[in-house]
């Protein structure tokens, strides 16, 4: 049955982490994986969360199942979260919620129901982009676009591109977003320019679905982050899809939670496209994992925890945008041929470099070889891959 079995390459970040967890020298930096990490590199568990599990466990914590859909406090804050409390109360009755096995059991979840709604239409994705993108639609059976996001001359987001492919785009198709910190370049667009994208996508009935995995992790303000999501469903009283992982910002990453919102135009939508959800799930998950989100249920319904948690943010997006401004100021000093701004004009968890492939390339050696950890001979990579794996570049880099 199974001769014919393809074999795939392990997926680049992962294998590359596994190189570093193998690699023996006591400096090595994990550049590669998006996890934050504290001044000591190690995970840092927020206090908020360690609040919030404390006191879940004080309250006794049973092991029963989760409903199909999730914890349904859960589902509410995370909908009240995100739209703010404003627009939640004006939409709360047209938005349909699922619990999701963090971002990416978001995303797959918000395509079966695209599916089941509306067939295979075409997925626009940016590029570059965090590469699950393609592997999430692709393997549901869309066709997947590309579209330039960037500019490597300027090493910014090119906006220009981005208008003209939401002006060709076929009608009715699906949009992929990075509500903010974009992955990987770290370049999001201002917020005159979310207004002229979201009056493009509305022109042309494009369908937007935003992945929103850095909230408030970003800029340490969640409001400000989810800007573009409360622009499109609010302001321009467009449909939307948000696929929300509390994974980075609440440092729940191996928890999976996570929740898929949809915003549509009526009360009947969200109640059928919530009982399509509840279908879906069931026969994917049957039940989402509990602990995480209880965790996170904690947190949100206290205020006292919802503060302490905007203080965590703001403590690991500080330290990120200390880190850009460190790196960028020693590579001046040491007088590093090229320009850098781009480092300090990005934002978010990710950043690009703008180096060449030929030297990501030459950068990346093994512990004890010094040859190239990855040669292109031995692991054909595409210039693509090389470039989205830039940020890795430095994983292996051992002083000589
Ligand atoms: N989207 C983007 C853009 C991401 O960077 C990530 C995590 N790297 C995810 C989604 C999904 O993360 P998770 O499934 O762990 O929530």
Redesign the pocket.
Known sequence: WFDQARFIPPDAIFALTAKYVADSFPQKVNLGQ?TYRDANGQPWVLPSVNKAREQLLANGLNHEYLPILGLADFRNATAKLVLGSDLYSQRQSQVATCQS?????S?HLAGLLLRACHGQPKVYIPSP??S?HHQVFGSLGFPCETFKYYDPETRDLDVESYYSMLDNAEPNSIVII?ACAH?PTGCDPSKEQWKEIARRMKERQLFPLF?S??LGFNSGNLDEDAYPIRLFIGEMEMEAGV?V?F??NMGL?GE?V?CFLLATHTGQAATNTQSMLEMLQRSEVSNPPGFGAKIASQLLGSEELKQMWYADMVTMSDRIRSMRKALYENLLALETPGSWDHLIRQSGMFGFLGLSPEVVVKLRVTPNTMSPAISISEEPMDIDTIKWCEHTEMLHIRRQ
Not at 101 to 105: E, F, H, I, K, V
């Open positions: 998006g096995l963090s971002g990416t059991g995303l982009t965090w699950n990075h992955n992945d995995a850095y696929c992982s994974a980075k990453y999976r996570g």
